[in-house]
């Protein structure tokens, strides 16, 4: 049982590089998010999805962008990376908002330099 | 916009020992929920709350909801380094958006 996947796990992109972050979940859920963490800081919400076709900004999305073309998958774009743009990113996924858990990928340490 | 505020910031406890970690919102909350991640890791879900008064326990572990769904409070029983990481509490305001977090607490237990 899979749950949600990440890749890659690692990567160290140069300023002003572009790059795609894959997420996918294989549970059928409808909601997928994108959360950024920060040493010491918690988890920030990018960008959030209710269902295929449906994104939504969350509280830092600046500098992101992300598709949902299909229940699977959720990917996070990157245009022109920035050293502010260094962080973990954890995707995850959840049946609804309300009363439900979410369950989380292993994340993607990301390095702009 | 909504916030949590989690205490404390870390905590460094012997094996063995009795440890609490709080978690405080200004609002009302529908839903409060614990994680735990390990280090380098993603985070696992430990315990959900709901209602007011509400207290939920696994293993050694216990959450509590205080009543007026505020306040949050995890403990640890008898504390093993199995429990080393770092704990988030996560919040829904308002039953229909995604989920608020706390900055974490890192929890280390020594022996």
């Known amino acids: 049982n899979a749950g949600v996947t990440q890749t890659p796990k690692f990567r160290i992109l140069k300023i002003g590089q572009s790059m795609t972050l894959q997420c996918t979940q294989d549970m059928n859920h409808n909601y997928m998010y994108w959360y950024r963490q920060d040493p010491g800081m918690g988890l920030k919400l990018i960008y959030y999805?209710?269902?295929?076709?449906?994104?939504d900004k969350g509280e830092v999305p600046n500098g992101y962008n992300v598709s949902r073309s299909t229940t699977e998958d959720f990917p996070l774009r990157l245009e022109l990376a920035a050293p502010s743009q260094t962080s973990v990113y954890f995707c995850?996924?959840?049946?609804?908002?309300?009363?439900?858990?979410?369950?989380f990928g292993s994340g993607t340490q990301l390095s702009v330099l | 916009s909504q916030e949590l505020e989690q205490s404390p910031q870390s905590l460094i406890v012997q094996e063995g020992k009795n440890l609490t970690i709080n978690c405080t919102s200004s609002?009302?909350?529908?839903?409060l929920y614990w994680y735990k991640q390990k280090y380098g890791e993603g985070l696992i879900f430990l315990m959900m709350?709901?209602?007011?008064?509400e207290e939920k326990s696994h293993e050694k572990i216990t959450a509590k909801l205080d009543e007026k769904k505020q306040q949050s409070s995890l403990h640890i029983t008898a504390s093993q380094p199995s429990h080393a990481g770092i704990y988030l509490c996560g919040a829904d305001a308002r039953g229909n958006t995604p989920l608020v977090f706390g900055k974490g607490t890192r929890l280390s237990v020594i022996a």
């Open positions: 609002k009302t909350l529908y839903g």
């Open positions: 999805s209710v269902g295929a076709g449906i994104t």
């Open positions: 709350l709901q209602k007011g008064g």
């Open positions: 995850a996924s959840s049946p609804g908002f309300y009363n439900e858990k979410l369950f």
